[in-house]
């Protein structure tokens, strides 16, 4: 282990769903401690604002396309980085996407979209990049969940489900990969302004409803991210695995505001 062992330097990290919101900052994080990076999305041409900034930071990025709804696409992404790079290390599953209807608008397609990219997406990545993890005894995998993988809420069904499943799925890959030295943890954040859901910010009482349930007392921000995804990226959690990191300000504690004494 290095003397400081957040240090990502040598590290490459491909950090999927990296057109913008919390992907970019998470790559972000990675890059300022380090490590170089593949970025994706399904559009190419969305990343090449993001690259320039992390040329910038004097780190190499490959900006690949990615739909992690193919299996061909996430193949050819896992092989362009190997020709590249010639090694994986670390992997941020970000990319996902969320339908927010009550349960009994939800059709069909809804289900599959929200699940297949959220769940099915997060171990068919992970299953293509965890084959060239194995073979050099050292991986990173990080899942990105939600406050959703230990909560339910009404009108997120698919969502719920699918970051419910990812909580799951990251400590069956755990117990999986583990023999292997590759850990594999989850990121749970709670509620962050994101291009998903932002609309709900512009509901003022909404904000003062959820503010009054978390313990710091406000939303959370992107850079609330970059310690635990440094963290569990680097040798200082190469005793974690299995794990997922509640990022929520308090939430999940079931806070509320304190009855007057009566």
Known sequence: ??????DLSGKVAIVTGTSRGLGQYMGRALAKSGADLVITSRDSNSLLG????????GRKVLPLELDVRSHDSIQNMVQDTIEYYQKIDILVNNAGC??????MEITWNDWDTVVDTNL???????????KYMIP??????????SLTSVFGYAGLAPYCASRGGTKQLTMSLA????????????????WFKTSQN??????????????????????GEPRDLDGAVVFLASDASQYVSGQTLLVDGGMSTGSVKALPES
Do not use: H
């Not at 993001?50 to 930071?57: A, D, H, S, T």
């Not at 099915?120 to 965890?130: D, H, I, L, W, Y």
């Not at 050099?136 to 969940?145: T, V, W």
């Not at 512009?202 to 349930?213: C, F, G, P």
């Open 198 to 219: 932002q609309v709900l910010y512009e509901n003022q009482e909404w904000v003062e409803y959820l503010v009054d349930r978390i313990p710091l007392k406000r939303p």
């Open 50 to 57: 993001f690259k320039k900034e992390v040329e910038e930071m």
């Open 98 to 103: 969320n339908i927010r209807k009550p349960s």
């Open 120 to 130: 099915k997406g997060t171990f068919f990545v992970s299953q293509a990049v965890a």
């Open 175 to 190: 117990d999986d990969w583990g023999p292997f030295g590759i850990t594999v943890n989850c990121i749970a954040p709670g």
């Open 1 to 6: 282990m290095a003397d400081n062992f957040f």
């Open 136 to 145: 050099c005894n050292y991986g990173r995998i990080i899942n990105i969940g």
